[in-house]
């Protein structure tokens, strides 16, 4: 049971680049989410998917889309990256009220 | 969302009780309170999680008032280890939107 895991763990883009990561989970919950972490910074909602076929914006949507392949796999796409984007993403899974977060994705955009 | 209000940081030697305070006041009368713990590079791990009055278990409690606007994690005798971020949150069953703030850096002295 590997819980939730995430591809790339460090990735470095330049400016106007794409990029998709990878998250998936092994426990079967329906419920999947996108957060951002700026240095110092708590961890702010990008996007997020109750369920399988389902996604929807959270606080900070823009410049990032979102795909939900299947129950397992919720993926974060950059389209053009800007320096803004710099951060470490989290991708989650959630329980009940309890949210199982994979080892993040560092991101550098020159 | 239910806003939280955290410490930005508090210190404490090895060996005593810590008291980390949290204060929502527009929580929801649905709304449960989690407290996550991260350290560097790592992404949060759930440590404990309430409704109302004390919650405890093996790591920490949670003490929540009758009018639920706050709440006290506390962590007894801790160790260096626990050095950490920790995270106050509420949000409800059917929620998908939480709201992590900037949390309570706690630094164990020896």
């Known amino acids: 049971n590997a819980g939730v895991t995430q591809t790339p763990k460090f990735q470095v883009l330049k400016t106007g680049q794409s990029m998709t990561l990878q998250c998936a989970q092994d426990m079967n919950h329906n419920s999947m989410y996108w957060y951002r972490q700026d240095p110092g910074m708590g961890l702010r909602l990008i996007y997020y998917s109750a369920s399988e076929g389902t996604t929807d914006k959270g606080e900070v949507p823009n410049g990032y889309n979102v795909s939900r392949l299947n129950k397992r796999e919720f993926s974060l796409r950059l389209e053009s990256a800007a320096p803004s984007q710099t951060s470490v993403y989290f991708c989650?899974?959630?329980?009940?009220?309890?949210?199982?977060f994979g080892p993040g994705t560092r991101l550098l955009v020159l | 969302l239910a806003k939280t209000t955290q410490p930005i940081s508090m210190d404490s030697y090895e060996g005593q009780e810590v008291n980390i305070t949290c204060s929502h006041n527009n929580i929801a009368t649905n709304d449960y309170i989690t407290w996550y713990q991260q350290f560097p590079s790592q992404g949060p791990r759930f440590i404990i999680q309430g409704y109302k009055t004390k919650v405890t278990n093996e790591v920490a409690s949670l003490f929540i008032p009758a009018d639920r606007k706050s709440s006290t994690l506390s962590l007894p005798r801790v160790s260096l280890s626990d050095t950490a971020v920790y995270y106050c949150?509420?949000?409800?069953?059917?929620?998908?939107?939480?709201?992590f703030g900037t949390g309570t850096s706690l630094t164990v002295i020896p």
């Open positions: 949150l509420v949000g409800e069953t059917t929620g998908n939107q939480f709201y």
């Open positions: 989650a899974s959630r329980y009940g009220e309890t949210q199982y």
